[in-house]
């Protein structure tokens, strides 16, 4: 499979992008794992061509992570095509360009998934990022507005003439969000459609390596991309089997990494606390929600500490605890 001059081999998994989870520490442990392509949180257009510096942070990649994207979001034609090259200037692999995120601050003013309700627009924006940069440009997007308004079908084949080099679908239209399961046969009709030439990319409700064999069995996609559940899982992506100490020593390596990457790409004016309070931000919310932790009795109170950590020290001790309430519960296998 490839995507432009990029081979992936066969049966390739991807990390979704996503906001506050896919930084630089994560992503390198993700394709530690397997992962055939990681992405960037999704940067908003407006606050690139602004140059906001909490954003242009979120451009920073490493040659270790390649091949990598960097996603962008936005409504305006011209704000949308001028991020795309302030983008290119960064270096990514390719630029994927968001019309999928359905959260309101996003969708309900008309960027991501409410793009699906200006088809025109969206069709103009690909057309012109495609035309502004020389990088591979691809779309992520979702199967429609509501049930009323599943377009993906045409969709797909009108990104097509935009020259587009990918599409991922997720099987979900913007109305239900996060929730249901998703829905995978219109993914598959568009892969079986004889107009397609690019790779499809199937999204939505895959939560380990053979959820996505049967997935590319069943629907035929060029390839698999894995969200939500790679949260504290950055090993998702691998058959191998660890154990539960291997696994929080993975989750102790994911801040290290932040610290370490953060601290190399520090503004002028930046304090050493203001670099760690980052790193911790960018590792808590991963400690919070990995499943590693599900044999602690009570860990409501523990995971509350977790998010509110504000030090390495301080984070680093709730996963000492954590490691020896799980031996004393004997869960380590």
């Known amino acids: 499979m490839k995507i432009g001059n990029i081979e992936f081999g066969h049966r390739p998994l991807f990390l979704a992008p996503m906001e506050d989870v896919t930084d630089i520490g994560f992503r390198m442990l993700c394709k530690r794992f397997g992962a055939a392509m990681v992405y960037t949180e999704f940067v908003s257009a ?183 559940a790679t949260f504290g899982c950055p090993w998702i992506f691998s058959r191998q089997s660890l154990t539960i100490d291997e696994k929080i020593d993975i989750l102790e390596e994911q801040l290290r990494i932040n610290l370490e990457r953060l601290a190399l790409s520090r503004k002028p004016g930046d304090s050493d606390y203001s670099v760690e309070k980052r790193a911790i931000l960018h590792t808590r919310r991963h400690l919070a929600a990995t499943p590693v932790f599900k044999g602690i009795p009570n860990f409501r109170e523990t995971r509350i500490r977790m998010l509110r950590a504000e030090t390495k020290d301080e984070l680093l001790a709730i996963l000492r605890q954590c490691r020896e309430l799980l031996r004393s519960h004997s869960q380590i296998v």
Request: proline share 4%; aromatic share 4%.
């Open 46 to 228: 407006e606050a690139l061509i602004r140059d906001v510096k909490t954003t242009i942070r979120k451009l920073t990649i490493s040659d270790e992570e390649r091949p990598v994207g960097i996603q962008i979001y936005g409504r305006d034609v011209e704000a949308m095509v001028e991020a795309a090259k302030i983008v290119e200037q960064a270096g990514p692999d390719l630029i994927d360009l968001n019309f999928g995120c359905p959260v309101k601050k996003v969708a309900g003013k008309g960027a991501g998934a409410g793009m699906l309700q200006n088809i025109p627009k969206l069709l103009e924006i690909t057309q012109k990022v495609v035309e502004a940069v020389r990088l591979p440009v691809t779309v992520k997007t979702r199967l429609g507005w509501n049930h009323e308004q599943l377009i993906i079908t045409t969709l797909a084949e009108q990104l097509q003439d935009c020259g587009i080099q990918a599409l991922t679908i997720h099987g979900r239209t913007r109305s239900q969000m996060y929730t249901g399961q998703a829905d995978w046969t219109l993914i598959g009709e568009v892969k079986r459609n004889p107009r397609i030439h690019i790779p499809i990319i199937g999204n939505g409700d895959i939560t380990s390596p053979d959820e996505a064999d049967r997935a590319f069995d069943r629907y035929g996609v060029d390839a698999v991309m894995i969200g939500r």
